[in-house]
């Protein structure tokens, strides 16, 4: 039985797509059998960002309406053999979308991947809650900004309120808070929330800080998740997080600001890699 | 800049302001959350029945739904003004 892991948030822009590809790429680093969904209909991105955006022949859509099988829609990634795409339809709307064809999805992928990763859209309507009705877990992404916090805790209702589990009185999904655009000089000028302000507000478990990096446009542009830029920060803050999504217990890293050497300062140019 | 901050009195730096606004609405939405999707509008149509009677303010009622194992508490609270202020039928 696959883990089913929602990345969301509400607000749009905060990192979900990024995030999803990263924390999926991870899980398939470390040896887990990994698929990360698109469930954002008529907006598909994780193609874009997985790379993969010239392989896509049939979608989410195809499969739910029986028009093509879900081997013939998944896309193999091109770095990891463990690591499946199933794209979003880039047509239809958003209706398009039934609950029992999901249902179907997953428990058809359940039975072949350890993670099944569902990368919802933004807002709270059907499609946001399509994404997280099926959940085992969500990672709920965050800026730390009031509009992002804000909505983070209505979909935090939601995963509460509106979920299988929820509806069916079981346990409830395990929630994860991942802070990401976190800028700790920001943060020491007292102009941005701090990371325990977020947590206190939120009140859910933290797994994992991603501060604001150079290296996430650098990967989206070039379609490789920014997890594989290992010597970036945000590359190894998402490498933390997935060993916290697997249970270990790693120390949290790039909260504070990082000194640079005297040297760095003068080559080193762009600054934080 | 910070010197400069100390000298003009230390305005009051702005995450905090967003920190003490956040509480105060999330602890608004909370007090709104897994509640069905009538309340709002079972809210309105109160107060505005209520103020038929009475003069209160927007503000003056607060509806809340509680539920127990087996049972649900609709619980009306209205603050209603000093007598005097009723409107007359």
């Given at each position: 039985m696959a883990k089913i892991i929602v990345v969301t948030s509400g607000k749009g822009g905060v990192g979900k797509t990024t995030s999803a590809a990263a924390i999926a790429t991870g899980l398939a680093l470390r040896g887990n059998k990994t698929v990360v969904i698109d469930f954002d209909v008529g907006l598909r991105n994780l193609d874009l960002i997985m790379g993969c955006e010239r392989r896509v022949v049939y979608d989410l859509v195809n499969v739910i309406q029986g028009e093509a099988g879900l081997k013939q829609a998944m896309i193999r990634d091109k770095r990891s053999e463990n690591l499946h795409i199933l794209p979003a339809s880039q047509t239809r709307d958003k209706d398009a979308l039934t609950l029992e064809g999901v249902e179907k999805v997953l428990m058809d992928l359940s039975e072949e991947f350890d993670y099944i990763i569902c990368d919802s859209p933004a807002g709270i309507e059907r499609g946001a809650q399509l994404a997280l009705y099926f959940a085992d877990e969500a990672v709920v992404v965050t800026n730390p900004e009031v509009s992002s916090v804000?909505?983070?805790?209505?979909?935090?209702?939601?995963?509460?309120?509106?979920?299988?589990?929820?509806?069916?009185?079981?346990?409830?999904?395990?929630?994860?808070?991942?802070?990401?655009?976190?800028?700790?000089?920001?943060?020491?000028?007292?102009?941005?929330?701090?990371?325990?302000?977020?947590?206190?507000?939120?009140?859910?478990?933290?797994?994992?800080?991603?501060?604001?990096?150079?290296?996430?446009?650098?990967?989206s542009n070039q379609g490789v998740p920014v997890i594989h830029d290992d010597k970036s920060d945000a590359g190894q803050a998402y490498a933390d997080t997935v060993s916290r999504l697997m249970g270990e217990d790693v120390p949290l890293r790039f909260q504070s600001v990082q000194k640079r050497g005297l040297i760095a300062r003068m080559f080193g140019g762009g600054g934080r890699r | 800049m910070r010197l400069l901050d100390f000298l003009k009195g230390e305005r009051k730096k702005s995450a905090s302001v967003a920190k003490e606004r956040l509480q105060i609405i999330v602890a608004h939405q909370r007090g709104h959350r897994g509640q069905p999707d009538y309340m709002p509008m079972l809210e309105q149509e109160l107060l505005a029945v209520i103020r038929r009677y009475v003069k209160v303010d927007q503000d003056a009622i607060n509806i809340s739904l509680d539920s127990d194992n087996d049972c649900s508490v609709l619980e009306l609270n209205v603050t209603l003004p000093n007598e005097g202020e009723t409107v007359k039928g």
């Open positions: 804000r909505d983070s805790d209505r979909i935090l209702g939601l995963l509460s309120s509106k979920s299988r589990r929820a509806e069916q009185n079981r346990e409830p999904i395990k929630e994860h808070l991942l802070v990401t655009r976190y800028n700790p000089n920001r943060v020491d000028d007292g102009d941005m929330l701090n990371l325990d302000d977020i947590r206190e507000i939120l009140a859910i478990d933290l797994v994992g800080l991603i501060p604001e990096s150079e290296a996430v446009l650098r990967a | -």
